[in-house]
């Protein structure tokens, strides 16, 4: 299994621009979520998805939207990106028992 | 607002000495909590979990104590080594919200000396 995968790893937009950070999992999993993490500080949840066709927000989802139309993928858009919104996105699904698997991570700088 | 918190930001330990990193919590609904490990560019790593009917479980050379009395989580990590300098967080998982997403502390980094 290769766990739960994130591109791109790196990206740079200038303000303004729309993006898509794609995540995907091979594990099965029903529950998927996205956090970013600002520097110095731990992660805050943006939105999550219980399964297929279903999302809800976290505690940050302004100027972001999601979508989950299969159990694989969990793509989180950036519809007009902000220098707020420089981060490192991680994405992560949760298994058995609870436990979250995270992503590697994909580093946005907004300009 | 409730939230999940840690005492020190960074703790130095010599190489083969016992860390212990704390955390606070403040939410009492709270029945789920994990410690994860991240290294430099990386993606959090799961070290060990509790349930709240719990007070200790432990791992291989760790061991996470639960005080729900003073909502207090403790991660000891036995004969540190090199390897596990990293930033180390607590997580919790709220049944009352009824997700299985986590709110996170801010993290303890900690430097291992050799």
């Known amino acids: 299994n290769a766990g739960v995968t994130q591109t791109p790893k790196f990206q740079v937009l200038k303000t303004g621009q729309s993006m898509t950070l794609q995540c995907a999992q091979d594990?099965?999993?029903?529950?998927m979520s996205w956090y970013r993490q600002d520097p110095g500080m731990g992660l805050r949840l943006i939105h999550y998805?219980?399964?297929?066709?279903?999302?809800d927000q976290g505690e940050v989802p302004n100027g972001y939207n999601v979508s989950r139309s299969t159990t694989e993928d969990f793509p989180l858009r950036l519809l007009s990106a902000a220098p707020s919104q420089t981060s490192v996105y991680f994405c992560?699904?949760?298994?058995?028992?609870?436990?979250?698997?995270f992503g590697p991570g994909t580093r946005l700088l907004v300009l | 607002g409730e939230s999940v918190g840690l005492h020190l930001p960074t703790l130095s330990v010599q190489e083969g000495d016992n860390s212990i990193i704390n955390c606070a919590y403040s939410?009492?609904?709270?029945?789920?909590f994990i410690w994860y490990k991240q290294e430099s560019g990386k993606g959090p790593q799961f070290i060990i979990d509790?349930?709240?009917?719990?007070d200790k479980r432990q791992g291989q050379r760790v061991t996470v104590l639960l005080n729900k009395t003073v909502k207090h989580l403790s991660l000891q990590i036995a004969a540190t080594q090199p390897g596990d300098s990293a930033v180390y967080f607590c997580?919790?998982?709220?049944?009352?919200?009824?997700?299985?997403?986590?709110?996170f502390g801010s993290g303890t980094r900690l430097q291992v000396q050799p």
């Open positions: 997580a919790e998982n709220r049944a009352d919200t009824g997700r299985r997403a986590l709110t």
């Open positions: 992560a699904s949760t298994g058995l028992g609870d436990s979250q698997y």
């Open positions: 509790i349930r709240s009917n719990m």
């Open positions: 594990m099965n999993h029903e529950y």
């Open positions: 939410n009492s609904a709270s029945d789920y």
């Open positions: 998805s219980v399964g297929a066709g279903i999302t």
